[in-house]
């Protein structure tokens, strides 16, 4: 589960990543809508793990990121900024595909061995809400073996023997593929039910921020 703070984020996230998207060569300009989001746990619960698809000049990007309670041990190239949360204070800010933590999550995902978060909000230490999910995880040919994985940057601009597959209200596409023995099957990951009307929780998935 994926806990969830009532609490603000100073910048937001879409803040936060807009000008990184500007100096990433597949970023495209133009205003950003936020599409949806996604979260893993990490086992050890030290990191928050949460993917976005952010509709931006026709396409839509997917940001995959980490949140950390201190700075990361070398990876200051992968650094997206810092945010402030009311709650628990300053987080460092992370692109996934420079975190272990996270490439491991996608690993165990895309092989059938860790599912896709629920969404938990907490107000303070109470449980409220059990939030839909604005997007929804398939795995196509999950591998029985470690795979290599890849990130998309845009939704659908990987490939390989194993692919994750996102789908939203409006669209689906490919957002992690990797490579190893291949064996066709089909799994949600996880979660069941329609996809939640995106209207209703977008604007707090922007402001709101887990463990």
Known sequence: ???????????????????????QPWGGSGELELVGSYRFDDPVGEVGIEAMLIRRGGEVLHVPMTYRAAPLHEAQEHLIGTTQHSVLGERSVYAAA??????ACYARVLAGEQDQAVYEVYDGDTLVEVRDQTVRLTVESPTTSTPEVQLAHVVDDVEG??????TW???SGAVAAGSAA??????????????????????VLDHEDDV
Do not use: C, F
């Not at 969830?4 to 984020?9: E, S």
């Not at 420079?98 to 490439?103: C, E, I, K, S």
């Not at 023997?161 to 996102?166: E, K, S």
């Open 169 to 171: 209200e409006g669209g």
């Open 98 to 103: 420079g975190d272990p933590v996270a490439l």
């Open 182 to 203: 291949y064996v066709h099957t089909s799994t949600t990951i996880g979660l069941t039910g329609d996809v939640a009307n995106i209207g209703e929780v977008l604007e």
């Open 161 to 166: 023997t194993h692919r994750l597959v996102a």
């Open 1 to 23: 589960m994926a806990i969830i703070h009532r609490a603000t984020l100073t910048p937001t996230k879409l803040e936060l990543v807009q000008p990184w998207l500007g100096r």
